[in-house]
């Protein structure tokens, strides 16, 4: 989007909803309407398969198939997903990071089918697979081959596709899992860093064009409720950007340094509790990247505000748009130039920002940068420590929620008279249809064109060829997701991330409470005879674990055992780690919607396996109907987001261990 001068009024920026669910169709239906309402951008969200390289009828998508986003498997997914919807007039961001290359490769393949030419072609691929390491989880392959994938895109996309933001670099999944506006800054700027370096040392962008490869390198970044320090972390953002750029690559041309960046508002900071509290979190965190125009955002996208109970319906999302239009078009923020300049309070903030995140990028660089930085699992256990120190605050006080920690009390809210209709619900059938739509795929294409198509693909990732176009003869040949990803698993193989959680810290609970449960903990493993030992597990392909690490760090420090293999396991193998472990108490953690399909899985399998003596327990955004659901099939006890106080979780597992295993429940 076009800057103007800086006398003009500014120009309102790109307006997005992050949306997509159930199927192909359904998600084109709901885009169509939302283009019709004023939305400006298309924001892709894709279901955790396409995200990690799955097929819907792959085991380990058992629950997760269009609950999160889209389910994308193939050309003719992505024909439906943008039918009637011209893609060489459209700017569409993409939510897609470990199979970026093979869902940029449909997108191009599909606009070449319509007649548009590569080079019209607008949008972002969110692509940052660093964050993926610390926060969101859906990598597919170590750091090393996954860097190679992001620069042959990076390079692929200055030639071919000059408008397309090959990268989005995210700092706002980083803020979820605990990042201070430092780390925040610093880990997002390493990987930066770590991208351009690779792009440059490839020899694949001559000298003369490293200035086009700076100017389409973009950030995503989260806002939270702080909205003065947020939007001081933007203008030390911005100055830090614009020193890097023109220090260590040499970039002159200052629109080249530009620092460009979209926002999507913080949605774990939304609270089940009260959630029309929410509303003003929302809109008092769009001012932070909207109030000072040097640091502006020119992409936003809100969360709705019910987003801590379930997935949001049209109506919801309509009203996180209305926000962003009554802010652009009826106020006038776009009328002046900066306000904050010449602010010696302004300017204090940044500068102490800015001299922390420098400290910090410094400190990465001398670990040999961000990927180094990941495999030591020294920015993940950094970050988990930050996480668990904001925790503390929560549940001290110290950091006032409110509707949650303080002004509790409340009228039942008209906005839940519905119950679960207040939150979209995910046909069942939905993932039955889409596997059996896989397999008639898979039995109606050119199945020599398929192989000979992957085999060059695996051919070329042997080398260092670049691998865009080998990706897109196989997206026009009519490759699935699944086989792509499992082409270059073979050559690429696959990683499991440092979970950052045994160097972990928590200070400050040493108090009366922690010492009571962990008194608790130490007498019933004395009457059992032995520690108590505590499985926490990540089944399917949800990723966000930053919830599951605090539950192990603070499990860890009243005294349980705990084994904590991280993501992406199956229900099979969480029930095998249980038995062989010899556990007293399962937990699992699921954000993504699966729990009906997964956590039964696991409850049967137990019993199976002669453990269903194991209790299991349940944390994660799961409405009431489903919790009750739950509780009928087994499960001892359903956390959601309101139970925010860990030590009291902590007091109730022992319990359920005691009721499993007939001890009498000692005062508390």
């Not at 629109?255 to 929410?278: D, I």
Request: net charge negative.
């Amino acid at each position: 989007m076009p800057y103007p001068a800086d006398r003009e009024r500014d120009r309102p920026w790109v307006m997005r909803t992050y949306a997509g669910h159930s199927s192909a169709a359904a998600s084109n239906a709901l885009y169509r309407r939302n283009l019709d309402k004023g939305q400006t951008g298309l924001s892709v969200a894709f279901d955790l398969p396409t995200q990690t390289g799955y097929d819907p009828d792959d085991e380990l998508a058992r629950g997760e198939v269009g609950k999160v986003g889209v389910p994308i498997s193939h050309i003719g997914d992505m024909r439906q997903l943008f039918d009637g919807i011209p893609l060489g007039e459209a700017n569409t961001s993409m939510t897609i990071n470990a199979t970026a290359m093979w869902l940029l490769a449909l997108y191009v393949s599909v606009a070449e089918e319509e007649g548009a030419d590569r080079a019209t072609l607008s949008g972002t691929t969110q692509n940052d697979i660093i964050k993926e390491y610390l926060s969101r989880g859906t990598y597919v392959f170590p750091p090393g081959p996954s860097l190679r994938l992001i620069t042959d895109m990076v390079a692929w996309t200055v030639s071919n596709v000059p408008k397309w933001n090959p990268i989005n670099i995210c700092s706002y999944h980083l803020q979820e899992v605990g990042a201070t506006p430092a780390q925040e800054i610093a880990y997002s700027l390493s990987t930066a860093i770590a991208v351009l370096d690779s792009v440059f040392d490839s020899g694949q962008v001559p000298e003369e064009r490293r200035g086009e490869v700076v100017a389409r390198m973009s950030f995503f970044v989260n806002a939270g409720v702080r909205f003065i320090e947020e939007m001081c972390k933007m203008r030390a953002f911005v100055r830090l950007w614009d020193e890097i750029t023109r220090d260590r690559y040499g970039i002159e041309n200052p629109k080249h340094r530009r620092f460009r960046y979209g926002v999507q508002v913080n949605s774990l900071g939304l609270t089940e509790a009260q959630p029309e509290n929410n509303v003003q979190r929302i809109v008092l965190e769009m001012l932070a990247v909207t109030l000072s125009r040097d640091a502006r955002a020119r992409a936003i996208q809100l969360p709705a505000w019910n987003e801590a109970l379930g997935l949001p319906r049209p109506w919801d999302q309509q009203w996180a748009l209305r926000m962003q239009q009554v802010l652009a078009y009826e106020t006038d923020l776009l009328e002046y130039e900066d306000v904050f300049d010449g602010s010696h309070v302004v300017e204090a903030k940044v500068d102490g920002i800015v001299e922390a995140a420098r400290a910090e990028i410094d400190r990465v660089q001398a670990m040999g940068g961000a990927v180094a930085a990941v495999e030591s699992g020294y920015m993940k256990s950094a970050l988990v420590s930050s996480l668990a120190e904001r925790r503390r605050r929560v549940e001290s006080g110290e950091d006032v929620v409110v509707g949650v920690n303080k002004f509790a009390t409340t009228e039942p809210s008209p906005l839940q008279a519905e119950g679960a209709n207040a939150i979209e619900q995910i046909d069942p059938v939905v993932e039955q249809r889409a596997v059996e739509a896989v397999r008639a795929w898979r039995a109606g294409r050119d199945d020599a064109l398929v192989t000979s198509t992957l085999d060059a693909l695996r051919a070329a990732a042997k080398t260092d060829a670049n691998l865009v176009e080998a990706t897109i003869a196989c997206a026009k040949a009519g490759v699935t997701t699944g086989e792509w990803s499992s082409a270059l698993r073979e050559v690429f193989g696959e990683y499991r991330a440092p979970t950052g959680v045994s160097a972990a810290s928590a200070s400050g609970e040493a108090g009366e409470r922690i010492a009571r449960v962990r008194d608790r903990v130490r007498t019933t493993g004395e009457e059992l005879g032995r520690r108590l030992r505590v499985l926490v597990g990540k089944p399917g392909l949800d990723g966000h674990s930053n919830g599951a690490e605090q539950v192990a760090v603070r499990a860890r420090d009243v005294g349980f055992e705990v084994v904590y293999q991280g993501i992406r396991l199956t229900p099979a193998q969480i029930v095998a780690a249980a038995v062989q472990e010899d556990v007293h108490v399962v937990g699992l953690s699921i954000l993504s919607g699966s729990h009906l399909e997964v956590v039964p899985a696991v409850v049967d399998g137990l019993r199976a396996a002669g453990a269903g003596d194991v209790p299991v327990i349940v944390g994660g955004i799961v409405p009431p109907d489903d919790a009750a659901t739950l509780r009928d099939r087994g499960v001892a006890r359903v956390f959601t987001p309101k139970d925010y106080e860990l030590t009291d979780i902590m007091d109730e597992i022992v319990t359920v261990v005691r009721e499993a295993n007939g001890l009498e429940p000692p005062s508390r």
